[in-house]
C-alpha cells in the first residue's frame, strides 16, 4: 500500500478540480436534454413514438408503472411496517 501525503494546497487544487468537473458534467447534462427534447419534439410533431434514424432506433412511448405509496401504507399499518423496516448505513461524500 502506498502513503499519499497532501498537503492543503495540494488537497484544495483537487477540490477546485472535482468542482471545475461538477461544473462542466452540468452544462453536457443541460446540452442533453437540449438535444433530447429536440428530438422528442420531432417525434410528438410526427405523432410517432419510434423512428429509426440511421443506424439508430429512437422510442418515446408512455410507460405506466404501479408504484408503492409508502406513506399510505405506514399511516394505515404502522405496526405492520415497522416490522418490514430495514436499516442501512453508507459514507456521504460532500463539498460545500
Known sequence: MTNVIYTNTNLE????????LEAKLQELKELKEEKE????????DAGIEELQV???????TNVVRN???TSAFKKKY???YN???????YRKFSIS
Do not use: M, P
Open 37 to 44: 427534447n429536440l428530438v422528442k419534439k420531432v417525434l410528438d
Open 67 to 69: 408504484g408503492f405509496n
Open 13 to 20: 487544487d483537487e477540490i477546485k478540480t472535482i468542482k471545475a
Open 78 to 80: 404502522l405496526e405492520l
Open 54 to 60: 440511421g443506424a439508430f432506433t429512437v422510442r418515446f
Open 83 to 89: 416490522a418490514f423496516i430495514k436499516q442501512s448505513s
